[in-house]
């Protein structure tokens, strides 16, 4: 990731715009910053979501609230819990998420 040409500004994310996306089944809301390549997002999904697909694209993400796990296509799988992170690469491995009770995330990409 390249930052460059982004001047110092503050986020208020309660004022940026909600936006739902269906996953298999749940919700996520994110609400969304494009700063020339790099988009930032404060992500909410409902209890119960899953992700209807497999991602490939890099995210740096720290879970904020509640508790989301993360499986990788080869079956692993990771669960975060407010304070804990991850970190992957464009195309390096392919995931997905799903939680139970809901969670709140922070996310580069």
Partial sequence: MQISDIPFGTTDWATIKRVEYAGETGKAFWRTQQFGSVRVRMVEYSPGYRADHWCDKGHILLCTTGELTTELKDGRQFTLKPG???????????HRSFTEAGATLFIVD
């Fill in 84 to 94: 804990m992170s991850y970190q992957v690469a464009d195309k390096t491995d392919a």
